[in-house]
Every structure is written in structure tokens, then in C-alpha cells.
């Protein structure tokens, strides 16, 4: 950011042995490096990975039917989480995105950011077709 380069962040939820706090941990983490932009995504332990095996080897893969691991699927059908609920996942998923990008300190800063760089329409079209 010192050098004027946009910045983004990736955070996996929901990693095997997670927590609330650890999930809490993560999005406030998100808050305080402050990048441009900030996604979160929900552990998907891709066949062929030491996850994926080490998920197997403790019985939490519930599908071997490849085609459904894509990111379009949700990972609920293809594991269970040894510590969290899929109900407590998904809530902090929908809420870590709602809590990033809805701060007003967030919003003032890229408005003023897309407009000195010519986004600022695509920046409103992009929010307005947001599912919050």
C-alpha cells in the first residue's frame, strides 16, 4: 500500500480444527491490514492435496464424486468439520465479506480511491449486484 499498489487479501475459513475465535481471529486481522480489496473463502480440501488425504484418513470426506469439487458446489456436501457447524461456517462466511466491505471508513476510503483511478462506476455496479 506505501507504494500505491492496490492491495487484496485471501483468507480460508473453516481449515480443519478452526474455531469461532480462530474464524474471529482472521476477519479481524482482514480489518486491520486494511487492504483494497478482501476475500474470504471456505476450506475446500481438493482431491490429490495433503488435506484432502489427511480429511480422508480421519473419516470427514462424504464424497468421492469428483465433479462436484469445484467451487461452485458447496463444501458441505463434500466433508464434515471436526470442530465447527456447517451452520456456523456459512455465517461467518456471509458475514466476514458484510463486515470487510460495509465500513463506512472502508466506503469513504474507495470512494475517494475509484475516483482518483476511474473505477468508481464499475466499484458502484460491482456493489449494487452484490448478494449481502
Known amino acids: 500500500k506505501k ?11 473453516g481449515h480443519p480444527g478452526e474455531t469461532v475465535e480462530d474464524i474471529e481471529a482472521s476477519i479481524k486481522l482482514a ?3 486494511a ?30 464424486d469428483w465433479e462436484k469439487y469445484t467451487f461452485a458446489t458447496s463444501p458441505r456436501q463434500l466433508y464434515d468439520h471436526d470442530t465447527l457447524s456447517w451452520e456456523e461456517i456459512e455465517r461467518y462466511y456471509d458475514a466476514s465479506h458484510r463486515r470487510f466491505y460495509l465500513r463506512p471508513s472502508y466506503m469513504a476510503r474507495m470512494v475517494g480511491h475509484s475516483l482518483a483511478n476511474g473505477t468508481f462506476w464499475g466499484h458502484v455496479k460491482a456493489f449494487l449486484g ?3
Open 130 to 132: 452484490t448478494r449481502w
Open 35 to 64: 487492504p483494497h480489496y478482501c476475500k474470504f473463502a471456505i476450506t475446500i480440501p481438493l482431491p490429490g492435496t495433503a488435506l484432502f488425504d489427511s480429511m480422508e484418513a480421519n473419516g470427514q470426506i462424504k464424497s468421492r
Open 3 to 13: 507504494a500505491g499498489l492496490e492491495t487484496e487479501c485471501y483468507f480460508m475459513l
Open 31 to 33: 480489518l486491520e491490514l
